[in-house]
């Protein structure tokens, strides 16, 4: 009923920056809180950084002073702007939005996954 597909990732130098998008599509009413998690090989997938619907944000201390979460509400898309990159921000990231469908009903959606990679 809805489908979230990540989209930017890619192989980056130490120091660098990419930016990731989150596209959601399908029965939407409205999409909720949304975030961005990773998950690196043999690691627990993590929280990276949230948004509410209002804009207010949190990130892991890792990411803080580094990246920045954003969202278009027009475009049911959200966004990860990532500076200064770091060869242990590499993973795969995946982002999920709690929406509301067109029929009121509620559920949290992920997409398929974006791969991040920092060479040093």
């Known amino acids: 009923q809805v489908q979230l597909v990540e989209s930017g990732g890619g192989l980056v130098q130490a120091g660098g920056s990419l930016r990731l998008s989150c596209a959601a599509s399908?029965?939407?009413?409205?999409?909720?809180?949304m975030g961005w998690y990773r998950q690196a090989p043999g690691k627990q997938r993590e929280l990276v950084a949230r948004?509410?619907?209002?804009?207010?944000?949190n990130y892991v201390d890792s990411a803080k002073g580094r990246f920045t979460i954003s969202r278009d509400n027009a475009k049911n898309t959200m966004y990860l702007q990532m500076n200064s990159l770091k060869p242990e921000d590499t993973a795969v990231y995946y982002c999920?939005?709690?929406?509301?469908?067109?029929?009121?009903?509620?559920?949290?959606?992920w997409g398929q996954g974006t791969q991040v990679t920092v060479s040093s």
């Open positions: 999920n939005a709690d929406t509301t469908l067109s029929s009121r009903a509620r559920a949290l959606y």
């Open positions: 399908g029965s939407i009413f409205s999409l909720n809180d």
């Open positions: 948004i509410t619907t209002g804009g207010s944000t």
